[in-house]
Nanobody, 123 residues
C-alpha cells in the first residue's frame, strides 16, 4: 500500500489549506484513513480519521482541530482529503496520511504512511 500526500504550504493565520492523499490500494474503502501531524520538537499526534461503514462514512477528530478541520474521502478515487480552516500557528507541522485496519488514534496501529507534507502557519 503506497500513500502520496500533497497540498502543504506556507499560509497566514486564519487562512485555509487543503491536503490530499492518494492511495494505491484497490480495497481502499476497507481501510481506516487518518491524518497525523508532527510539530517541531513534538511527537506525532492524531488529527483526524475516516472509516467507511455500512451506514456511511464516519469521521473522528482531535479536540484541537474539531470544528476547523474536515476529513473527507472518495472511495471511488482512492483519496482522502483534509480541509483545514481557521489555521493557527500551532497547526504548523508535517502532516502525514496513514492507512490501517483499526479505528484508532494511535500511531502504532497504522502500518502504512505517506511521506509527509509541510504546513507552516505564520502569525
Amino acid at each position: 500500500v503506497q500513500l502520496q500526500a500533497s497540498g502543504g504550504g506556507l499560509v497566514q493565520a486564519g487562512d485555509s489549506l487543503r491536503l490530499s492523499c492518494t492511495v494505491s490500494e484497490r480495497t481502499f474503502s476497507n481501510y481506516v484513513m487518518s491524518w497525523f501531524r508532527r510539530a517541531p520538537g513534538k511527537e506525532r499526534e492524531f488529527v483526524a480519521s475516516s472509516i467507511t461503514t455500512g451506514g456511511g462514512i464516519i469521521a473522528n477528530y482531535a479536540d484541537s482541530v474539531k470544528g476547523r478541520f474536515t476529513i473527507s474521502r472518495d472511495n471511488a478515487k482512492n483519496s482522502v482529503d483534509l480541509q483545514m480552516n481557521s489555521l493557527k500557528s500551532e497547526d504548523t507541522a508535517v502532516y502525514y496520511c496513514a492507512a490501517g485496519r483499526s479505528w484508532s488514534v494511535l500511531v502504532g496501529d497504522y502500518p502504512y504512511w505517506g511521506q509527509g507534507t509541510q504546513v507552516t502557519v505564520s502569525s
